[in-house]
């Protein structure tokens, strides 16, 4: 039996336990949360003992795995933890909120031989396999230019959360949904950031509701321009509304959040595929990590991809703040 124990115990948390619970060989047996009303309930619906620190639970419970889902400040200090325990990690995103911890964490798992997934659910995603194909096949030619957004009315519901407070949250949108964003574009491309520029907008709060990157990527060689813009100030509700493009010398392939479109020699394709079912793309990932940890299964949500991000998103804030390029410092 392969025992795993979920780490924050809000929505998604419980929601990744219900699933692990629901695959062969898995079994939650034990949650981490410091609200005692939400360990209540966890204990309740699953019927195992839960705890207030993590400390606690490694002290307590032999285990193969765990899942966290706490504030993102919150992940390295547990993620460490775990890996020390010598237990593999599945990590919702963003995977840390600074560049230092990400390698720390990256190398903790590869000395001892251990599997560290991060929950970017797009690589589960049809739409951008699709994407990725199109890219990786040439119809496109040599890609040159990424354009891409993500908006959501975001800080409406999150100004008064842990999400608003960035000694929990470690930043704003770009840090929260806008991480998909960063994510996908270099996974699409299979890229790197080299440098960024970055304007950010707090709006009045706590945290940056608005952020737009103009990023360098780095393609085997090869560097694409690409343009960002994240708000967290949008009109999507409750899902964000995105778009990702991706420009040629011989054509170009877009995605506006519905259709697919594929421009090539004159002609232009378009596809609407059916939206995924984030239950199910979420199943899919908790599946591929305790495949990956079984050594049954190549991971697809490696920590490496993750750190780009991080180190992707720490680059533009420093941009913001000192009004300058920012070298990316992201080799995993």
């Not at 285990?63 to 460490?80: G, M, N, R, Y």
């Not at 911890?101 to 659910?121: F, I, K, N, S």
């Not at 232009?268 to 940890?293: I, M």
């Not at 750190?307 to 720490?314: H, K, P, Q, Y």
Request: charged share 30%.
């Amino acid at each position: 039996m392969f025992r795993v124990a979920g780490i924050g115990l809000g929505s998604l948390g419980v929601l990744e336990c219900r699933l692990l619970n629901e695959l062969d060989g898995v079994r939650v047996v034990a949650g981490v949360d410091p609200v005692d009303e939400v360990r209540e309930r966890f204990g309740d619906e699953f019927d195992v003992p839960t705890y207030e620190t993590t400390e606690e639970l490694l002290d307590a419970e032999f285990l193969d795995a765990v899942t966290i889902a706490s504030p993102h400040t919150k992940h390295f200090d547990q993620a460490l933890a775990a890996l020390d325990a010598d237990l593999h990690v599945h990590l919702e995103k963003p995977m840390v909120t600074d560049l230092g911890g990400a390698r720390a964490l990256v190398d903790r798992a590869e000395e001892r031989g251990l599997t560290l997934a991060v929950g970017y659910q797009r690589h589960f995603d049809p739409r951008f396999h699709e994407l990725r194909r199109v890219v990786d096949s040439g119809r496109i030619g040599d890609p040159h230019m990424v354009v891409c957004h993500l908006e959501q009315e975001w800080i409406r519901w999150t100004k008064d959360e842990w999400r608003g407070d960035p000694s929990l949250s470690g930043g704003g949108q770009l840090y929260d949904s806008g991480s998909h964003l960063l994510d996908a574009m270099l996974w699409v491309t299979r890229s790197k950031p080299v440098t960024v520029a970055a304007a950010v907008d707090h709006r009045g709060h706590d945290v940056d509701v608005n952020s737009a990157l103009a990023v360098v990527l780095d393609r085997d060689g090869d560097r694409l321009t690409a343009s960002v813009g994240v708000s967290g100030d949008g009109q999507s509700v409750p899902d964000p509304g995105e778009s990702l493009r991706v420009i040629g010398t011989e054509g170009m392939v877009a995605f506006d959040g519905e259709t697919i479109e594929v421009a090539e020699g004159g002609m232009t394709y378009t596809a609407t595929p059916p939206t995924p079912d984030f239950e199910e793309l979420t199943r899919k990932k908790l599946r591929n990590f305790v495949d990956a940890a079984r050594d049954e299964a190549d991971l697809a949500i490696p920590a490496e991809d993750a750190l780009r991000v991080t180190a992707l998103t720490e680059a533009a804030y420093e941009s913001a703040t000192t009004g300058r390029r920012v070298n990316v410092d992201g080799d995993a």
